[in-house]
């Protein structure tokens, strides 16, 4: 049986680099598949989501995913059009999902909320970001591209940049890098450094260092991952406008970086990447999101499948 086979997904942590790399080939595999063998990896299965928090990539690139391989979807997309309105308990939500669906997709403002919706769902659950706490498939998608994109992970000089307090993306995607030999550089404002309370666990797998100024790094790195300051989750909007804006990757700093190096972001920007490095050669976000789909379908099909694909 395939070692994914009807499994939950809730941390980045519950994953080998060993069981990292089999998706990554999975991936590759359903990247090279023809549209009408693609087709056949989940015909007749029904993804359902529910979206407690907003998102563009992370819903559409799972409805993209499962319609590429042939399944469905259904969900909630506005939680104020449901019953939740009324009442409903995230553990009834839930419930009610997983008899309308094979495999569930959550997002919440909650940390441990997928750990709990797995505990009353009878089918696999997704964690598409629980709180301030992870995102897995958004860094199992970050590893894949940095993979495709610079050929290898190990070696590499990464640098980190943003709202490393808030960020989920960025604590799935330290521990995703725990598995790799790679030089890590945190690059934040004070305030927002990487969560006191994660740093030790981070650190038994990983080195990195950190520091407020991006100039020290840049010229070093052979990928930037550039994160949003998460407006959203500050508790007081004066400590929010004074950091905003900190950091700002524009045609200027990009002159500074390796010919041969890239620009990651986990998307959705504001203004910390200026839309004219978007058509550089460096700017690899968009390929990113777009990676994003396949990883997406390749989890779905190695979940839903006993044999895998
Ligand atoms: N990267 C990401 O999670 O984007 P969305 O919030 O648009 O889903």
Same mark, same amino acid.
């Given at each position: 049986m395939n070692e994914f086979y009807q499994k939950d997904i809730i941390s980045i942590k519950d994953y080998t680099k060993e069981q990292l790399e089999k998706i990554f080939t999975s !991936?590759? %595999?359903i990247m090279q598949l023809s549209s009408s063998q693609r087709q056949e990896i989940c015909k007749g299965k029904t993804l359902g989501y529910l979206f407690y928090e907003p998102s563009t990539r992370t819903r559409l690139s799972f409805d993209s995913a499962i319609a590429s391989i042939g399944g469905n979807s259904l969900g909630i997309s506005n939680i104020s059009s449901s019953s939740t309105q009324k009442g409903e308990s995230l553990a009834d939500t839930v419930k009610m999902m997983s008899i309308y669906s094979d495999i569930l997709v959550l997002r919440h403002t909650l940390d441990g909320s997928s750990r709990f919706a797995s505990e009353i769902s009878d089918k696999p659950v997704i964690n598409a970001g629980s709180g301030t706490e992870e995102h897995p498939t958004q860094a199992i998608q970050d590893l894949f591209t940095i993979k495709k994109e610079k050929k290898?992970?190990? /070696?590499? %000089?990464?640098?980190i940049v943003g709202d490393l307090k808030y960020g989920? !993306?960025?604590?799935?995607?330290?521990? /995703?890098? /725990?598995?790799y030999d790679v030089d890590v550089r945190l690059i934040s404002p004070e305030s927002l450094r990487i969560r006191s309370d994660s740093t030790y666990e981070i650190k038994k797998n990983l080195d990195f260092t950190e520091s407020t100024e991006l100039e020290d790094h840049i010229d070093e790195l052979d990928v930037l991952y550039v994160t949003r300051i998460q407006k959203e989750r500050f508790p007081d909007e004066e400590e929010y406008l004074k950091v905003k804006g900190s950091y700002v990757v524009g045609l200027d700093m990009l002159k500074k970086m390796k010919d041969d190096s890239i620009i990651l972001h986990p998307l959705p920007r504001i203004d910390e990447i200026s839309t004219d490095v978007d058509k550089t050669k460096n700017a690899k976000y968009f390929q990113q999101a777009e990676y994003g789909k396949h990883t997406r379908a390749a989890l779905l099909g190695l979940i839903l499948n006993e044999n895998g694909f």
């Amino acid at each position: 049986m395939n070692e994914f086979y009807q499994k939950d997904i809730i941390s980045i942590k519950d994953y080998t680099k060993e069981q990292l790399e089999k998706i990554f080939t999975s !991936t590759d %595999k359903i990247m090279q598949l023809s549209s009408s063998q693609r087709q056949e990896i989940c015909k007749g299965k029904t993804l359902g989501y529910l979206f407690y928090e907003p998102s563009t990539r992370t819903r559409l690139s799972f409805d993209s995913a499962i319609a590429s391989i042939g399944g469905n979807s259904l969900g909630i997309s506005n939680i104020s059009s449901s019953s939740t309105q009324k009442g409903e308990s995230l553990a009834d939500t839930v419930k009610m999902m997983s008899i309308y669906s094979d495999i569930l997709v959550l997002r919440h403002t909650l940390d441990g909320s997928s750990r709990f919706a797995s505990e009353i769902s009878d089918k696999p659950v997704i964690n598409a970001g629980s709180g301030t706490e992870e995102h897995p498939t958004q860094a199992i998608q970050d590893l894949f591209t940095i993979k495709k994109e610079k050929k290898q992970i190990d /070696g590499l %000089k990464i640098g980190i940049v943003g709202d490393l307090k808030y960020g989920r !993306t960025v604590y799935s995607l330290l521990h /995703g890098l /725990g598995n790799y030999d790679v030089d890590v550089r945190l690059i934040s404002p004070e305030s927002l450094r990487i969560r006191s309370d994660s740093t030790y666990e981070i650190k038994k797998n990983l080195d990195f260092t950190e520091s407020t100024e991006l100039e020290d790094h840049i010229d070093e790195l052979d990928v930037l991952y550039v994160t949003r300051i998460q407006k959203e989750r500050f508790p007081d909007e004066e400590e929010y406008l004074k950091v905003k804006g900190s950091y700002v990757v524009g045609l200027d700093m990009l002159k500074k970086m390796k010919d041969d190096s890239i620009i990651l972001h986990p998307l959705p920007r504001i203004d910390e990447i200026s839309t004219d490095v978007d058509k550089t050669k460096n700017a690899k976000y968009f390929q990113q999101a777009e990676y994003g789909k396949h990883t997406r379908a390749a989890l779905l099909g190695l979940i839903l499948n006993e044999n895998g694909f």
